[in-house]
C-alpha cells in the first residue's frame, strides 16, 4: 500500500512503495520482433508478430471485438510451440528519483550554509538580487495565508508520526551528507526518450492543414499480448495502444524500451486532434468513474526552460468530460498556486463540463527529513500544489451517456462518500518534472464498485488506467527504472507485505 498514514486531515503518502508493486512482476524479452509501419496495420488483416508467433489484428473488425478475442486467446497462445517466452524480473523507479533529502536550494546557498556550520562566527553572505518587474504577491494575505497556516499547524503531527515509522530521517548534517540532494538532482537529468513523442504529434498535427474531424476507428488499436513488441514510434500517434497482461511489458519504440504497466491503456496525440474525435478511441469500452487533469498550465519557469507546450486557459473548456464520464464521475484537476487558474478552474471549467465542487486538496511536497522543500513563508516558490475536485452532475436526461460494447448504459453504482474539504496530501516529491503522486488508493473510496479511471494529460502510465497525452510514455523510458537482483526482490517483498 501506498498509504503510510492516514487520519481525518491528512495522508502521508509513499509513491516509490506503490512504483515497486506496480512494477514486481516485468516481463522482458531480449529479442524483438518488429511491426512493419507499410504491413502491420494496413489491409483487410494485419499479421503481428510478437515473440516468435503471429497474432492478426483485423482493421474492419471492431476494436472492443478485437480486445475480446484476444484476451481470450492469451491461455492458448502461450501454448503454442516455438514460441520464445519472456523472462519475467522486478523493477522499480530508481531510488535517486526519491532521494530528496534537504529543502531546494542553489549550490551556492547550500555551500554558504554549510561554511556557517562549520564556522557559526561566519556572517551570512547575500548575493546581489535582479530587481523584479512586478512585486510579489505577499505569501501570508488572503487564501494563502490560509493555506500556511494550516500546513504550520499540521507539519509537528505529520513530522512526529512520520519518524515513528521511520518514513522521516533525523539527519544532523543532512546537507553535507546528500551534498544537497546531488544524487536526486542527477536524476532529474536523465533524458529518456526527450521530446520524441511531443514532437511527432506536433509533426503530425502540421501534415493535416484544415482537418476538422478525426474518426476514432481511422487506426485499429494495437493490443500488447505480451512482451517483445517493436514498433515505429510515428505509428503510435493517433492510436491507442493497450496492455492486455496482468503484469507490466516492455515495449521498444524505435531505439527506445518502454514499461508498460499491466491492464494499461494509452493515446497518445495533440490536444486538438484529441478534442476533434481522437477522444473516442478511450470510449469503446463505456465511459469513466474517475477523471484526473494534469493541465500544462502556463508559469514563468515552463516558458523560461520550454519545457513543454501549453495553451490558453480557455481552451480547457473543449474537453469532452461529459462524453468521457459516466455518471457521478469524480473529476479532479492539477492547479499551480496562481489564483487566477484556481478560479479558471472552479469558475469556468467546472461549469462549462458539468461539474460540481466538492473539495479542494493540498499536496504537500516534504523531503525524507520531514522538511517543506522550500520556505514555508516563501511568497515565491511554495512547498504545495492544489487538487480540486468536483463530480459530474449530468443526468441521462440532459446528457447522452457512453454506452459499453454490447449497449448496456446502467451501470451499478453505490453512492460514493464525499472527498473531504482541505484534504492534505503528504509525500516526498518524485525529482521528474510535473511528475504527481498516485491517487487511486486514496480516491477509492470516493469512487463506486471497480472504478474505470482516465488521467488527461499524462506523461506516464498507472495499471489498469486510460492516459492520453502528448507523451504519455515519458516517464515509462527504461532508463527511470532499476532492475532488482533476486536477493533485492525478496527483501522488497516481505517489505511490501509488512506495509
Keep these: 500500500m501506498a498509504v503510510v498514514i492516514k487520519t481525518s486531515k491528512w495522508t502521508l ?31 483487410k488483416e494485419s499479421k503481428v508478430k510478437v515473440c516468435g508467433y503471429a497474432e492478426a489484428i483485423s482493421d474492419s473488425a471492431s476494436t472492443s471485438n478485437n480486445i475480446t478475442a484476444t484476451a481470450e486467446s492469451l491461455q492458448a497462445s502461450d501454448q503454442l ?122 509533426q503530425t498535427e502540421s501534415q493535416q492543414p484544415g482537418q476538422t474531424e478525426l474518426t476514432h476507428a481511422c487506426k485499429p488499436m494495437l493490443l500488447l ?30 531505439d527506445h524500451l518502454f514499461l508498460v504497466p499491466a491492464k494499461s491503456m494509452f493515446l497518445s496525440c495533440t490536444f486538438w486532434n484529441f478534442i476533434k474525435g481522437g477522444y473516442m478511441q478511450l470510449t469503446d469500452g463505456g465511459g469513466y468513474d474517475l477523471i484526473v487533469v494534469d493541465p500544462p498550465w502556463r508559469n514563468k519557469s515552463v516558458k523560461r526552460k520550454k519545457s513543454y507546450w501549453t495553451f490558453e486557459e480557455s481552451d480547457l473548456k473543449q474537453i469532452p468530460v461529459p462524453a468521457l464520464a459516466n455518471e457521478a464521475c469524480l473529476v479532479c484537476v492539477w492547479v499551480t498556486n496562481k489564483d487566477s487558474l484556481i478560479s479558471c478552474v472552479k469558475n469556468d471549467l467546472f461549469p462549462a463540463w458539468g461539474v460540481e465542487l466538492l473539495s479542494e486538496w493540498l499536496w504537500l511536497k516534504l523531503t525524507r527529513c520531514g522538511d517543506p522543500v522550500c520556505d514555508v513563508d516563501s511568497p515565491n516558490k511554495k512547498c504545495y500544489e492544489q487538487l480540486i475536485i468536483g463530480r459530474l452532475t449530468k443526468t441521462s436526461d440532459s446528457v447522452e451517456k457512453v454506452s459499453d460494447s454490447d449497449g448496456n448504459v446502467d451501470r451499478s453504482l453505490l453512492a460514493p462518500s464525499v472527498p473531504p474539504y482541505d484534504f492534505v496530501l503528504v509525500t516526498t516529491p518524485c525529482v521528474l518534472h510535473s511528475k504527481k503522486p498516485p491517487l487511486s488508493e486514496i480516491l477509492s473510496e470516493y469512487v463506486a464498485g471497480d472504478p ?48
Design 13 to 43: 503518502l509513499d509513491p516509490s512503495v506503490l512504483a515497486k508493486q506496480q512494477y514486481n512482476r516485468v516481463k522482458i524479452l531480449k529479442r524483438f520482433c518488429f511491426h512493419d509501419s507499410d504491413c502491420a496495420f494496413g489491409g
Design 452 to 499: 474505470r479511471c482516465l488521467e488527461l494529460f499524462a506523461r506516464n502510465l498507472l495499471p489498469g488506467w486510460t492516459s492520453w497525452g502528448n507523451e504519455p510514455l515519458r516517464h515509462q523510458h527504461i532508463d527511470y527504472f532499476e532492475r532488482l537482483s533476486n536477493e533485492q526482490a525478496s527483501h522488497e517483498g516481505k517489505e511490501g507485505k509488512l506495509l
Design 225 to 254: 499480448h505480451d512482451a517483445g513488441v517493436k514498433v515505429d514510434a510515428a505509428t503510435l500517434i493517433g492510436r491507442c495502444v493497450r496492455n492486455l497482461r496482468d503484469c507490466a511489458v516492455d515495449f521498444l519504440v524505435d
Design 81 to 202: 510451440s516455438g514460441r520464445v517466452s519472456p523472462e519475467s524480473f522486478q523493477y522499480q523507479y530508481k531510488d535517486d528519483l526519491f532521494a530528496v533529502y534537504t529543502p531546494f536550494m542553489m549550490n551556492s546557498q547550500a555551500e554558504s550554509i554549510c561554511r556557517r556550520t562549520e564556522d557559526p562566527g561566519q556572517e551570512e553572505t547575500t548575493n546581489r538580487k535582479r530587481k523584479r518587474k512586478t512585486p510579489c504577491a505577499a505569501g501570508d494575505s488572503g487564501k494563502n495565508g490560509k493555506i500556511i497556516g494550516a500546513i504550520k499547524e499540521l507539519l509537528p503531527e505529520i513530522l512526529e508520526r512520520g519518524r515513528e515509522l521511520t518514513y522521516f530521517r533525523e539527519e544532523k548534517d543532512a546537507l553535507r551528507k546528500y551534498a544537497n540532494n546531488k544524487s536526486a538532482r542527477l536524476a532529474a537529468l536523465i533524458p529518456g526518450c526527450e521530446d520524441l513523442f511531443q514532437n511527432l504529434c506536433a
